[in-house]
């Protein structure tokens, strides 16, 4: 069985850090793209960052420049290091496989980010 456990949210003020990590098991993020997706209230899940088997990347453009996707493929792990954090990057992120920009599996937990102001 796939599965996704997303960790490492948290409460930060504005222009603080996080690093999310995306711990998988069933699957290898390492045969094809992933990303991280993120979801505030009242809006729909977003893609935001993603990452090819070759280890090209690419950012949707609210986060460009600030937060920056890895993948570890010993460990099977996927993380999100965010910098300059703003109010509105505020949501619940979620991880997961991407074919042509669209989820593949189903969908983990999710970890809470708050960004104070």
């Known amino acids: 069985q796939v599965q996704l456990v997303e960790s490492g949210g948290g409460l930060v003020q504005a222009g603080g850090s996080l690093r999310l990590s995306c711990a998988a098991s069933g699957r290898a993020f390492s045969i094809g793209a992933a990303g991280w997706f993120r979801q505030a209230p009242g809006k729909q899940r977003e893609l935001v960052a993603q990452?090819?088997?070759?280890?090209?990347?690419n950012y949707a453009d609210s986060v460009k420049g600030r937060f920056t996707i890895s993948r570890d493929n010993a460990k099977n792990t996927m993380y999100l290091q965010m910098n300059s954090l703003k109010p509105e990057d505020t949501a619940v992120y979620y991880c997961n496989w991407v074919l042509r920009g669209v989820p593949t599996h189903n969908w983990g937990q999710g970890t809470q980010v708050t960004v104070s102001s």
């Open positions: 990452i090819t088997s070759g280890g090209s990347t």
